[in-house]
């Protein structure tokens, strides 16, 4: 138990303020600004959106600024300051298939209608470090070729034509909200991807890795990735229509899993999926694969006890914040309940002793 | 003479390019205006809005997570009522997409298509290009490997 404690004003704020001369470091090296942190550590602002579960470039590059680069931080400043935010409504859902694609592969099919497109990737790099980085160089310039404007078809639809993968049915309900009510288990499909796609990258790609190395395998292939900008569209009530409200770069990871069939369905391909905010692929393909592990109930697979499979276990220790928070209130002043520990150790130590001492007495 | 849906589908046009456009440049434009005098209806204020998606990208939604918007709607004087929702937090970018919405409206539509409209537009459409372009540069050409004689 934490019992609150008194003093030490003086102490917090001399530690705040050796905290702002920290964050600015070496005064010699130029400042850096908001602007460039958003546009030159974008991967790690998009990381901040994703988990931080609110979209806005500048306030996450501001959290990293602030956070002095450490994530989990900007993603605590990013979560508070949501919660001040009036909800001003929802979106109608979005519309990837519409998604005007930076990249766009697919694991499962070579000649994939729309083609194979690399996008600004880390593949293929030798991952050496490259000194050039180190000095100021001309800014570089990417080459250009005849650009394709039609929308990108979707790999499952090619196979949902034949009826090889399990159908996704559409539907237009209101989908139960994390941040409006607690959660309570079982959670459901919706719930478990709006927690996992907020969840920490690191704990959701151990989940996901903990499935391939056979703690509730389920056979995945990347049946499409694909990362690009979506319009983003609201009802409003004072117009009496839609209108579009901004644009989105999300990523967005179909798998296409194996599934012998069951005692109700025939043999058949089964999906996974991964939608997260900005240019966050590993996040992407992580959340489908756990995504695609929780559904063996629905499924009617197996539960071989895994992790992975355990929907409680994966939702309640994915959020980075909730798990920092507990996790870090250790280290704050607990000098009463370890007082009481400490008493309580004592005197169970001079009982032992006394018994002891009264043993070799009556020997 | 427009349909009302041609009249509601213009004006989705219009309200969407004036949400997506850069605000810097939004105040640019318009800065060459004279502008009308207004009542505000509603002030701006920033929020956030829910975005959702669609399990399998196809299926039931879900939530994904919230985006921050500034909306806001204005009277002219001359009567018409301008509405905006924009992404961010920018209330100035909130107020002139509101009041060009409204101006877009009466007499002055023209004025606004030519002047603010088709710039932004078409600066659009090349930011995409040049996107789409670059992606394009980066799409796979396999080749078979024929063996040789």
């Given at each position: 138990m934490y019992?609150a404690v008194?003093g ?5 704020d001399?530690a705040h303020?050796?905290?702002?001369e ?5 005064t ?8 460039q942190?958003?546009?030159?550590m ?5 990381r901040?959106?994703?988990e931080g579960s609110?979209?806005?470039?500048d306030l996450?590059a501001l959290?990293i600024?602030q956070?002095r ?7 605590f400043?990013i979560?508070?300051?949501r919660?001040t935010?009036?909800?001003l ?5 979005v519309d ?7 990249r766009?592969i697919?694991a499962?099919?070579k000649d994939v209608p ?5 996008g600004?990737?880390?593949d293929?790099t030798h991952?050496?470090l490259d000194f050039a980085?180190e000095a100021?160089g001309e800014?570089p ?9 039609e929308p990108t078809?979707?790999?499952?639809e090619f196979?949902n034509k034949d009826?090889?993968?399990q159908?996704e049915?559409r539907?237009d ?5 994390m941040?409006r009510?607690p959660m ?8 478990r ?9 690191g704990f959701?790609l151990g ?7 056979g ?10 990735l694909?990362?690009g900008a979506?319009e983003v569209e609201?009802?409003?009530p004072e ?7 901004g ?12 599934f012998?069939?069951s005692?109700t369905?025939p043999?058949?391909?089964?999906r ?8 966050t ?16 109930e629905e499924?009617?697979?197996?539960n071989?006890?895994a992790p992975a499979?355990d929907e409680?276990f994966?939702?309640a220790h994915?959020d980075?914040i909730?798990g ?11 000098y009463v309940?370890?007082?009481?520990e400490l008493?309580l ?7 032992a002793?006394g018994?002891a ?5 009556a020997? | ?6 009249e509601?589908?213009?004006r989705q046009?219009w309200?969407g390019?004036?949400?997506r456009?850069?605000?810097?440049r939004l105040?640019e434009l318009?800065g060459?205006?004279?502008?009308p ?7 701006p204020?920033?929020?956030g809005v829910m ?8 299926g039931a939604p ?8 500034t909306?806001?709607a204005?009277?002219l004087e001359?009567?018409e009522v301008g509405?905006a ?8 970018h ?5 009041l060009?919405?409204a ?14 409209l088709v ?6 459409a090349?930011?995409r290009?040049?996107?789409?372009a670059r992606?394009?540069?980066t799409?796979?050409d396999f080749?078979t490997?024929v063996?040789?004689?």
């Amino acid at each position: 138990m934490y019992v609150a404690v008194k003093g030490g004003e003086r102490a917090i704020d001399a530690a705040h303020e050796w905290l702002a001369e920290e964050r600015r470091g070496d005064t010699t090296v130029p400042e850096l600004t908001v602007p460039q942190i958003r546009e030159q550590m974008a991967l790690a602002v998009n990381r901040v959106m994703a988990e931080g579960s609110l979209y806005d470039p500048d306030l996450a590059a501001l959290a990293i600024k602030q956070a002095r680069g450490d994530l989990i931080e900007a993603i605590f400043l990013i979560r508070a300051y949501r919660t001040t935010l009036p909800r001003l409504g929802h979106s109608a859902p979005v519309d990837t298939t519409g998604m005007r694609c930076d990249r766009r592969i697919s694991a499962t099919f070579k000649d994939v209608p729309g083609g194979q497109v690399l996008g600004p990737t880390f593949d293929y790099t030798h991952r050496l470090l490259d000194f050039a980085l180190e000095a100021e160089g001309e800014a570089p310039r990417a080459r250009e070729a005849e650009p394709r404007r039609e929308p990108t078809p979707r790999v499952t639809e090619f196979l949902n034509k034949d009826g090889l993968i399990q159908d996704e049915p559409r539907s237009d309900g209101t989908p139960p909200d994390m941040t409006r009510e607690p959660m309570e288990y079982p959670a459901g499909r919706p719930l478990r991807l709006q927690a996992l796609t907020r969840g920490d990258e690191g704990f959701v790609l151990g989940m996901a890795y903990s499935t391939q190395r056979g703690y509730g395998r389920n056979h995945p292939f990347v049946g499409e990735l694909r990362i690009g900008a979506v319009e983003v569209e609201m009802e409003v009530p004072e117009l009496g229509f839609s209108v579009c409200i901004g644009e989105l770069t999300l990523t967005e990871c179909e798998t296409v899993n194996q599934f012998a069939g069951s005692k109700t369905e025939p043999a058949q391909f089964t999906r996974g999926y991964g939608l997260v905010f900005g240019q966050t692929e590993r996040k992407a393909i992580s959340m489908a694969l756990v995504d695609r592990a929780l559904r063996w109930e629905e499924l009617g697979e197996e539960n071989i006890g895994a992790p992975a499979q355990d929907e409680e276990f994966v939702l309640a220790h994915s959020d980075n914040i909730q798990g920092t928070g507990f996790l870090e209130h250790i280290k704050l002043p607990h000098y009463v309940d370890f007082q009481s520990e400490l008493e309580l150790v004592r005197k169970m130590r001079a009982e032992a002793l006394g018994t002891a001492k009264f043993k070799e007495a009556a020997e | 003479m427009e349909t009302p849906e041609q009249e509601i589908a213009a004006r989705q046009g219009w309200m969407g390019l004036l949400a997506r456009a850069p605000a810097e440049r939004l105040a640019e434009l318009l800065g060459r205006e004279a502008l009308p005098g207004f009542d505000w209806l509603r002030v701006p204020e920033t929020g956030g809005v829910m975005v959702r998606g669609r399990m399998g990208g196809t299926g039931a939604p879900f939530n994904l997570g919230e985006m921050t918007v500034t909306r806001c709607a204005l009277r002219l004087e001359s009567g018409e009522v301008g509405h905006a929702h924009v992404q961010g937090r920018n209330r100035a970018h909130a107020e002139r997409a509101a009041l060009v919405d409204a101006l877009m409206q009466g007499p002055r539509a023209d004025e606004m298509q030519a002047s603010v409209l088709v710039p932004l537009a078409s600066e659009e459409a090349a930011r995409r290009d040049a996107r789409a372009a670059r992606a394009a540069a980066t799409k796979v050409d396999f080749f078979t490997m024929v063996r040789g004689e």
